[in-house]
């Protein structure tokens, strides 16, 4: 198994959806993340969980929603996206202030 | 609040031919300095870090960078690439010291080696 796993890779949802991505990490570490990648723009951190407690939120739209059940597992919940929403999501974790490792992502079109 | 600017969004380069990719970021105290590489339809992957010591950094596949804290630069430079090396490279600063959580990344240089 790949060490952080992201699915579904492709999500395609209209603004009035309500769906998530989910990652499962498979390394043992203590922190989770999720970014934002979208095209000519530098990465976006949106959430980070350390030892399963949200320590970082960078103004994130309530629109999406993370939840972190357990050191292992990592959500994100969407609910009435906009067209500029779409974007590739990153799921990354670590260990400490060890380097980030990342899933493939997730690739979502908001129609 | 440190930043990166990587100044080239595409560098297009010939197959054996050397490359430099240029990083430099902003920082008013001291920093950790990191490379990422993104193939094709996968996520990020750590190619080599500078933390202390040694301002010169080598990656396992050729890569190498160096640390300039006069001319806050991080470049990224390889003597000869390969088709395989087309990848978007991402240059990254942490302040010394702070989690992973607080990594900046650069908009990314998208590197195409044309055979």
């Known amino acids: 198994e790949t060490g952080v796993t992201q699915t579904p890779r492709h999500l395609v949802m209209g603004m009035t959806n309500k769906k998530s991505l989910k990652c499962e990490q498979h390394?043992?570490?203590?922190?989770m993340y999720w970014y934002k990648q979208s095209a000519k723009k530098p990465l976006e951190l949106m959430f980070v969980?350390?030892?399963?407690?949200?320590?970082e939120n960078n103004s994130v739209p309530s629109r999406f929603s993370p939840e972190c059940p357990n050191s292992s597992h990592l959500f994100l919940h969407l609910h009435t996206l906009q067209p500029e929403d779409s974007a590739l999501y990153l799921c990354?974790?670590?260990?400490?202030?060890?380097?980030?490792?990342f899933g493939e992502g997730s690739r979502l079109t908001v129609l | 609040a440190q930043s990166v600017t990587q100044l080239d969004s595409q560098v297009p380069v010939f197959e054996e031919a050397p490359v430099e990719l240029r990083c430099n970021y902003s920082?008013?105290?001291?920093?950790?300095l990191f490379w990422y590489v993104q193939y094709p339809n996968q996520g990020l992957q750590l190619l080599l870090k500078?933390?202390?010591?040694?301002?010169l950094v080598e990656s396992i596949n050729g890569f190498e960078a160096e640390f300039n804290k006069s001319q806050t630069s991080f470049h990224l430079r390889k003597p000869s690439v390969h088709i395989s090396d087309t990848a978007e490279y991402f240059c990254a600063v942490s302040l010394s010291g702070a989690g992973s959580y607080q990594l900046t990344f650069g908009k990314g240089t998208k590197l195409s080696v044309i055979p």
């Open positions: 990354a974790s670590s260990q400490s202030t060890g380097e980030l490792f």
């Open positions: 500078y933390l202390s010591g040694s301002t």
């Open positions: 390394l043992g570490h203590n922190a």
């Open positions: 969980y350390s030892l399963e407690e949200r320590v």
């Open positions: 920082s008013s105290v001291s920093v950790y």
